[in-house]
């Protein structure tokens, strides 16, 4: 599968944002998708992920109650919303999927297997 992340952009404090990510090659059926953020000598950090068939949801605390999943199955796209965003909230967006994870390693990187390019967002204050 394919991905291509978009959405991204220039934001002030308080702003909101949508996110979105298409599957290309493939559906989304059998995935974990997950969306991570990663800044300049940072790790790449687990933003939130949905179990795509289940439709099981998952936020890192950064974000929850600011961020909502949801999925478009008939266009194979996933939306994350993210709400009163902060400039800690500054960073390259990636969406990810993986047929390996599970709830253990959710949160690492390395056990998803495919990566979109990345759309960024810039949170001034």
């Known amino acids: 599968v394919q991905l291509q992340a978009s959405g991204g952009g220039l934001v002030q404090a308080g702003d909101s944002l949508r996110l979105s990510c298409a599957a290309s090659?493939?559906?989304?059926?059998?995935?974990?998708i997950g969306w991570f953020r990663q800044t300049t000598g940072k790790e790449r950090e687990f933003v939130a992920g949905i179990k795509w068939n289940s439709g099981h949801k998952f936020y890192a605390d950064s974000v929850k109650g600011r961020s909502t999943l949801s999925k478009d199955s008939a266009k194979s796209t996933l939306y994350m919303q993210l709400n009163s965003l902060n400039p800690e909230d500054t960073a390259l967006y990636y969406c990810?999927?993986?047929?390996?994870?599970?709830?253990?390693?959710?949160?690492?990187?390395?056990?998803?297997?495919?990566w979109g390019q990345g759309t960024q967002v810039t949170v001034s204050s």
């Open positions: 990810t999927a993986s047929t390996r994870v599970i709830l253990s390693n959710l949160r690492n990187p390395s056990a998803y297997d495919h």
């Open positions: 090659g493939s559906s989304f059926r059998g995935y974990t």
